[in-house]
């Protein structure tokens, strides 16, 4: 049976936005109803929002052996989808983190990934990218070289992916991805094969696309904010504070 899954790479430090008493994936930007009482909410929820959006019924926290107040703040279960924790021993990087989940996946299921402390619009843009496919969900942004800058031909397709570099190439940038659980399994392998050394997931991309991989960019994303900063948090305040509707005009503008 084929299902959906969401990992939540979450066993990161958070040395940009610390120090804080908790996890920085916990850290209340905006608002959530609970029934008919608001309470603050955490940055996390606005990623898993949007993976149960695109369909994910499974959802998979990677975190580290200190971080059990995410499991205390969300349990087992997160409206209809089913939660479960994959502990990473010690912070080695992105793609050591997604794959610490690879034992829950079955080559069959179809696997969104995104980064837990950001925010990003349309809120359905997981849901745009094609089912069993290898594909990333892209963003235009005024300064690329502080993430990982997209380079695709005409059709989509992704020639390499820029991982911090100065004056990048291209002013789109990856913020969320979807694959097969087969795929995923590939690039694990092709990981173990190159020692392990990808911190990164965007290098390790590069390799997997240099081995014949066709992976997809869909540039359907139009606002991006990274909350693993002050200045992001901040940015990411102003904009949740603003009435919906407002934020709806903002982005027809900013992509007209």
Excluded at 212 to 218: H, M, S, Y
Aim: proline share 6%; glycine share 8%.
């Amino acid at each position: 049976m084929k299902r959906i899954w969401g990992i939540v790479p979450a066993a990161g430090l958070g040395t940009r936005i610390q120090p804080l008493a908790f996890s920085k994936e916990l850290l209340p930007v905006g608002m959530r109803f609970d029934g008919e009482t608001e309470r603050p909410r955490a940055v996390c929820e606005y990623l898993l929002d949007r993976m149960i959006w695109a369909g994910a019924t499974r959802i998979c926290f990677v975190i580290s052996p200190n971080k059990t107040d995410i499991m205390n703040y969300f349990g087992g279960r997160l409206e209809e989808a089913c939660i479960c924790y994959a502990i990473q021993p010690s912070p080695n990087g992105l793609c050591d983190s997604i794959f610490t989940a690879l034992p829950f996946i079955s080559e069959h299921d179809d696997v969104l990934i995104g980064l837990p402390d950001t925010i990003w619009f349309p809120e359905d843009g997981l849901a745009v990218l094609p089912e069993g496919q290898f594909s990333f969900l892209c963003f235009p942004v005024d300064k690329p070289a502080y993430f990982d800058a997209v380079v695709a031909d005409e059709r989509g397709r992704i020639q390499e992916i820029q991982v911090k570099k100065p004056n990048a190439s291209s002013h789109w940038i990856w913020g969320a991805l979807r694959l097969s659980g087969a795929e995923l399994a590939k690039l694990y392998d092709l990981w173990r094969i190159r020692g392990r050394q990808d911190q990164y997931l965007g290098t390790l991309v590069n390799a997997h696309i240099a081995n014949g991989a066709r992976v997809l960019a869909v540039k359907r994303g139009e606002r991006y904010v990274d909350v693993g900063t002050l200045h992001g948090y901040r940015e990411a305040v102003r904009i949740l504070s603003q009435p919906q509707e407002v934020r709806e005009h903002v982005r027809k503008v900013e992509a007209a």
